[in-house]
């Protein structure tokens, strides 16, 4: 689909003061940025988590599209199982999309069911996987997730999780070693249907040049734990799976700078200059001395060559002082 620039934020940037049941100023923001999204990329769909890769190290080469499993494995057509989309995600560490996937289904057709992939000696399942990398390390994972599933409930599986609360369920998966929050985090939302918001390496650089997660937030961890809970429920999967897609792709947002999305189309950047424009035309209203503050917090996330408007920004602040 073709890109739709969002002119405008629906939201006002003026005020410090909690607008929403969040409290939180960017909340119109998250929305706009799916809804502008949506428009480039297209709609996500809930599918199996080997269709879309939540990396850890940055991929080159990818589509323009929403990753769409070739299998067509959605939840509205196939179960997705639980167990299933925790190994794939283990697979997917630090390695790219395809080699998973293929990692992945080398292993479901060498092995006859997880109790198979338990009773193998170490040196076979390696071999499975070994085309995604570091096999050694994830068959050490796999095997002790495993042996305690089997240990906890008596079978290799995780399917008895669908009917705990969400704080049960991260609890336990994150007492693995190799799975952490954002692993859990992904099994939530795509295994379990549950709301939830995986923060990768797009998302956290993307989030950080917008402005929505706090310099106190040093890590993907923290800022997991931050926009999980000010993200609202109906947008978190379309914008964490859309914000994964777009950053590869991107050449104002991926890391390179370089993507099939010219900068111009971006509506990161689209939105950026939305807020200027808005911080602008609020600066001569009884903005108060607070929100004046923010707008010029917000000057760090402007681009380099936006002197004029980093100047301008610094004469509101004196004035407001």
């Known amino acids: 689909m073709t890109g739709s620039r969002a002119r405008k934020t629906k939201g006002s940037l003026s005020s410090l003061a909690p607008k929403t049941e969040y409290g939180d100023p960017y909340l119109d923001e998250y929305r706009l940025l799916t809804d502008g ?5 297209g709609k996500p769909t809930r599918m199996d988590l080997a269709a879309i890769k939540v990396e850890e190290e940055e991929d080159g080469g990818a589509s323009t599209h929403v990753s769409h499993d070739d299998e067509g494995l959605t939840q509205g057509h196939h179960q997705v199982y639980v167990l299933d989309s925790l190994v794939r995600t283990i697979l997917s560490q630090n390695t ?3 080699t998973s996937i293929r990692s992945f289904r080398k292993l479901k057709e060498t092995f006859d069911g997880w109790e198979a992939v338990l009773n193998a000696p170490h040196e076979d399942v390696a071999d499975a996987i070994r085309e995604g990398g570091l096999a050694d390390i994830k068959v050490v994972r796999i095997k002790a997730l495993l042996e305690q599933l089997k240990s906890d409930v008596g079978e290799c599986s995780l399917e008895w999780l669908r009917d705990k609360d969400t704080e049960f369920i991260k609890e336990y998966l994150g007492q693995f070693t190799g799975v952490g929050p954002k692993t859990v985090s992904c099994t939530l939302m795509f295994a379990l249907g549950r709301d939830d918001f995986p923060v990768d390496t797009h998302v956290f650089r993307i989030g950080k040049d917008l ?3 706090p310099k ?3 890590s993907r961890e923290d800022a997991y734990e931050y926009l999980n809970v000010r993200i609202p429920d109906g947008v978190k999967f379309d914008l964490h799976v859309l914000l994964v897609a777009h950053g590869k792709v991107c050449a104002y947002c991926s890391s390179r700078k370089t993507g099939s999305i010219a900068a111009k189309e971006c509506p990161v950047r689209i939105l950026k200059g939305a807020r200027r424009t808005s911080i602008n035309n609020n600066k001569g209203a009884g903005v108060s001395e607070d929100a004046c503050d923010l707008e010029i917090k ?10 004029d408007v980093k100047q301008e920004l610094k004469r509101v602040k004196r004035e407001s002082g």
């Open 37 to 41: 999204l949506i428009e480039l990329h």
């Open 96 to 98: 790219t999309d395809k």
């Open 211 to 213: 402005g929505w997660i």
């Open 216 to 218: 106190s937030c040093r």
């Open 298 to 307: 917000s000057e760090s996330l402007l681009d380099e060559d936006d002197t």
